[in-house]
């Protein structure tokens, strides 16, 4: 019997139309569009704004886009899992919004949490229902509104996130393509570095913890970035080498856009060239589960079937990990 594989038929972006320009964070923090692009590359990053609107508004827009893109009617979708640490509420499921949104009716859902490498989760764990056999069709959603738990009075963190959702769709397939390989992983010791100090069942919200600003996200920059591009870089190496592949072999690294300097880091280490490095931090900034999805999207244009692609992740937890996907389709003339 034929090895049963997932892969990828279908990818769509979704991120807001404000946008939050470096000139805006110098009057807000003691920053300037200089020191925020050499160590960062980001320029812009987009803002969900309104009231009541939650990470599945943008993660909605992405996943019904992508249905009339693929043609798929909504009640053949069987499972959806959202990668995200922006829930819309505590319960139920930002994927359950999302099914019930796009007419779903039909489908199974729940949410992963892993941070920055939330996408890469999800999308391993959608492709063992594909590769099971149990299931036909499964949408891979990232989606995070970074802007709900960013405090703008700190210089360190405000600076590098944006909000943005991308969904894409696994079907099953028995040719050499798809979801080739993954290796996730994580260390729980990294709490310290990344993480949030109020909210859960461990520190619920009060009105010290508000008062405190403990309800935002915290990170030691230093202590992350050296943890990021050892292991992100590492992990990419990995699973290439478990392949047999080489930088020349590799089509396109699409890393989780967090930082220029890591990801020059990881393709550095990969012999990668940075034409073959998929980039659009500059204008959307760290979006967390979403920057795998959103990349994929724009570059769809330049990807071809056949394509070696190398998935590269590092975020909070500590999680990282990296996939090879073999890209399944020609882009559409």
């Not at 943890?227 to 870089?233: E, L």
């Not at 856009?257 to 931090?281: C, H, L, W």
Request: net charge negative; proline share 3%.
């Amino acid at each position: 019997m034929d090895k049963i594989r997932a892969k990828v038929t279908g990818i769509q972006g979704y991120v807001p139309e404000y946008r939050l320009t470096n000139a805006e964070l110098e009057k807000l923090v003691e920053t300037n569009d200089e020191w925020i692009t050499s160590r960062t590359g980001i320029k812009e990053r987009r803002i969900l704004k309104g009231e009541n609107q939650g990470t599945s508004v943008m993660a909605v827009e992405a996943v019904k886009r992508l249905l009339e893109k693929t043609n798929t009617d909504p009640l053949e979708i069987e499972m959806i899992v959202c990668a995200t640490v922006t829930p819309d509420l505590p319960f139920p499921a930002t994927a359950n919004i999302i099914a019930d949104k796009v007419g779903a009716k039909k489908s199974f859902s729940f949410d992963v949490a892993a941070a920055c490498s939330g996408f890469l989760y999800a999308l391993q764990v959608g492709a063992q229902f594909i590769q099971s056999g149990t299931h036909k069709k499964v949408i891979v959603v990232g989606a995070d509104k970074m802007s709900s738990i960013v405090d703008y009075q700190d210089r360190t963190t405000c600076i590098l996130f944006g909000d943005g959702a991308g969904a894409v769709l696994l079907e099953a397939t028995t040719e050499e393509e798809g979801i080739m390989d993954a290796i996730l992983k994580s260390d729980g010791s990294g709490e310290p570095y990344l993480h949030m100090k109020a909210g859960g069942s461990r520190r619920p919200a009060t009105l010290e913890t508000v008062a405190a600003r403990e309800h935002f996200a915290y990170q030691e920059g230093a202590s992350v970035f050296k943890f990021a591009v050892t292991n992100m870089a590492d992990v990419s190496a990995e699973v290439m080498e478990r392949n047999g592949l080489k930088g020349e072999d590799v089509a396109w690294l699409v890393p989780h856009q967090a930082n220029k300097r890591i990801i020059d880091a990881t393709a550095n280490r990969m012999g990668i060239g940075s034409e073959k490095v998929m980039m659009n931090i500059e204008r959307y900034g760290n979006t967390t589960a979403a920057t795998i999805p959103l990349c994929l999207w724009e570059y769809e244009s330049q990807l071809n079937k056949g394509d070696n692609l190398i998935l590269a992740a590092f975020g909070g937890g500590f999680t990282w990990g990296a996939i090879y996907l073999k890209w399944a389709y020609d882009p559409k003339k």
